[in-house]
């Protein structure tokens, strides 16, 4: 079965840049997705289609995909960015894969 | 604007069936794909499968053999069954739509099931 795979945890400081990436077996050849995920809520979509922002996300969230590794940019990140961001792959052969999730704490 | 709640029991015995439903209002089922992911305590989102206002579904290859997905767009409804559930069935499931561009625009707020005796 078709494995995503993400950093456990990423740290930052607020107003610098975060990165997370996202592995998998030709990911850039999949539509790859980021959510984040506040405890006890549910998951927000922030990034669609590789690179697309929907309405009411902020522009400091980005987004590529390109050879096995997806990556989501929060740039100026705020102390409202800590939450755990999960990426999601899909094509028509595996559908939708969830990554293993990575953990963004803003110190 | 839409909006999707989950409903059902919160306890299922070992064996036994767990059976949720999520019901979208404000607009129409008649469209988009409608899925189930689920969530154990302290762990990642698992895709579990989806349902197409036709009916047509498709489900995770890994509990494949245990679930069903159908729709009542009657009742603007979708629901899920899942077979033989064991304690690594505990989850907050949620229902979710992928608003056609392959991610999920839109989720319920979650439903905590636990599978105990």
């Known amino acids: 079965s078709y494995e995503v795979t993400q950093p456990t945890s990423v740290s930052v400081s607020p107003g610098q840049t975060a990165g997370i990436t996202c592995s998998g077996d030709?990911?850039?050849?999949?539509?790859a997705c980021w959510y984040q995920q506040k405890p006890g809520r549910s998951p927000v979509l922030v990034i669609y289609?590789?690179?697309k922002r929907p309405s009411g996300i902020p522009e400091r969230f980005s987004g590529s995909n390109s050879g096995n590794t997806a990556t989501l940019t929060i740039s100026g990140t705020q102390a409202m960015d800590e939450a755990d961001y999960y990426c999601?792959?899909?094509?028509?052969?595996?559908?939708?894969?969830f990554g293993t999730g990575t953990k963004v704490t803003v110190l | 604007q839409v909006q999707l709640q989950e409903s059902g029991p919160g306890l299922v015995k070992p064996s036994e069936t767990l059976s949720l439903t999520c019901t979208v209002s404000?607009?129409?089922?008649?469209?988009?794909?409608w899925s189930w992911i689920r969530q154990p305590p302290g762990k990642g989102l698992e895709w579990i499968g989806y349902?197409?206002?036709?009916?047509?579904?498709k489900y995770n290859p890994s509990l494949k053999s245990r679930v069903t997905i159908s729709v009542d767009t009657s009742k603007n409804q979708f629901s899920l069954k899942l077979r033989s559930v064991t304690a690594a069935d505990t989850a907050v499931y949620y229902c979710?739509?992928?608003?056609?561009?392959?991610?999920?625009?839109?989720w319920g707020q979650g439903t905590m099931v636990t599978v105990s005796s």
């Open positions: 289609q590789d690179n």
């Open positions: 999601q792959a899909w094509d028509s052969s595996t559908d939708y894969v």
């Open positions: 030709k990911l850039g050849d999949k539509y």
């Open positions: 979710a739509r992928d608003g056609s561009d392959y991610a999920f625009d839109l």
């Open positions: 349902v197409y206002y036709s009916g047509s579904t």
């Open positions: 404000g607009g129409s089922i008649s469209s988009f794909y």
